[in-house]
């Protein structure tokens, strides 16, 4: 049984020891410029220091992408495509400039291959709907992991409702990673299409999407690829990778809320029914029939979030300039040391693979006896910002055999002191626990 902070007599955190905050090592001066442009990382928590580690939920985000929107609503706020003004065709041009570089940062080959929606959820529900809907027929498979997101499985679960398609998943062994020996007996001419996550964002495991890309393709199966959480962190090239389908959050790369990006082939985009109607995404309509403009457009009814996907550019042009394999780097050696340190804690189960190479900065973790939300409450008090629960994994957590678990995510702003202060706060949790159980 877990013990509830709430129903127990638990020693406030005042009552236990103060946690003695790490001095900055030259790894942290490194960083200090970094974490200078993102004026959140000054903030106090309850008079603490703010150490922001929940990056899997969304990334801070720096002074330039917050001033990009400003000097947008400033100087050239309109609406885009239809006006013939000064500003309407401002406001087109740095949105269309985003779309050019969100191609670039992805390498794909053409722009008219990038679409703007809300988020990666509706990303993946425009593929589910657009493409799914009207090339699937009964008995087609889609084959998924056992480790995916809510947002690339409930799509998925209305086409089975609809179409009368089957969703088979591959598993994951005890360590978080996927069992790829029964790729042949899954993967048939059934299979219309392979969705999955490139990263795991409740293990951290980073999933070998190449090789799975490569055996799909040999059955025909299209591929979709959730890079949720690998766009943010590491390089991603769609051409070498050969997907046919890419989603991803803005609001996940330093970028603002209310963006997301569908990167699709064109031949396939070309084919696809749109996802919405209304304003924008027409050639011609008339009283009781209409035509349909070319991708991009014509997945983008209505008036886009422009202010945000300008936004967006700004946060690609910080990601570019700081360089996305320095950042996968610095990480890698973040999530080098945190498997290290944390493997060293007998009372601290971690989950997802221990070679840090194929573990993404996510560490999920369990304290023995201890719910994860009373360690997100209690390393809360210590300014520590993490995330408890089942993370929109459910089938992955009932697989783990847990409700839920606390994660720690790191993006590059993250120090090694973070990670120690991190662990000196669990043991800050320990003792509150064991304190309360002997009473
Ligand atoms: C792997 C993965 N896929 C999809 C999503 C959904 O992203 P969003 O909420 O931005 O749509 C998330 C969000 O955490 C995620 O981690």
């Avoid at 947008?72 to 985003?98: D, F, Q, W």
């Avoid at 963006?259 to 996802?275: N, R, T, W």
């Avoid at 994860?372 to 008090?381: A, K, W």
Wanted: with cysteine.
């Amino acid at each position: 049984m877990m013990t509830d902070i709430h129903s127990g007599n638990i020693p406030a955190a005042s009552d236990i020891p103060e946690t003695s905050r790490v001095p900055a090592s030259d790894g942290a001066k490194i960083f200090k410029k970094t974490r200078d442009d993102f004026p959140i990382l000054k903030r106090k928590i309850y008079g603490k220091p703010l150490i922001y580690l929940d990056n899997a939920a969304t990334s801070q985000k720096p002074f330039s992408v917050i001033q990009a929107i400003q000097t947008y609503y400033e100087n050239s706020n309109a609406n885009i495509h239809r006006g013939v003004h000064h500003l309407a065709e401002e406001a087109t041009s740095a949105y269309e400039a985003v779309r050019k570089k969100t191609a670039a940062f992805i390498h794909a080959k053409d722009h008219h291959s990038i679409l703007f929606t809300r988020n990666c959820t509706e990303a993946i529900n425009l593929a589910a709907f657009s493409w799914g809907r009207k090339f699937l027929k009964p008995g087609d498979e889609i084959l998924l992991t056992e480790m995916e997101h809510h947002s690339n499985l409930i799509p998925w679960h209305f086409l089975k409702n609809e179409k009368g398609i089957e969703l088979k998943f591959i598993p994951f062994n005890e360590e978080g990673i996927l069992n790829l020996s029964k790729l042949p007996e899954l993967l048939s001419s059934r299979t219309k299409l392979v969705s999955l996550t490139h990263i795991s964002n409740s293990l951290g495991t980073i999933n070998p999407i190449k090789q799975i890309i490569e055996a799909a393709h040999e059955k025909g199966a299209l591929v979709l690829i959730d890079g949720a959480q690998s766009v943010p962190h590491l390089p991603v090239d769609v051409q070498d990778l050969n997907c046919d389908f890419l989603a991803f959050s803005s609001h996940k790369m330093l970028g603002p809320t209310g963006v997301g990006i569908l990167y699709g082939k064109l031949e396939l985009l070309e084919a696809m029914d749109p996802f919405m109607g209304g304003g924008e995404m027409i050639r011609e309509v008339w009283l009781d029939h209409s035509t349909y403009s070319k991708p991009p457009w014509k997945y983008e009814a209505g008036t886009p979030n422009i202010a945000d996907t300008i936004g967006f550019g700004a946060a690609l042009d910080y990601l570019n300039q700081t360089g996305m394999k320095e950042i996968q780097k610095q990480e890698e050696e973040l999530t080098r040391f945190a498997l290290q340190r944390f493997s060293a804690e007998k009372e601290i189960k971690v989950y997802g693979p221990q070679n840090f190479k194929i573990h993404a900065g996510i560490i999920s973790f369990n304290l023995e006896g201890i719910h994860p939300h009373d360690v997100g409450t209690i390393l809360d008090q210590e300014g520590i910002a993490i995330r408890a629960g089942h993370h929109c994994t459910q089938p992955l957590m009932r697989k783990l055999g847990v409700s839920g678990t606390a994660r720690a995510s790191f993006y590059f702003y993250n120090t090694k002191e973070e990670v120690e202060l991190l662990l000196q706060s669990i043991q800050k949790v320990f003792q509150i626990f064991h304190h309360a159980a002997a009473r």
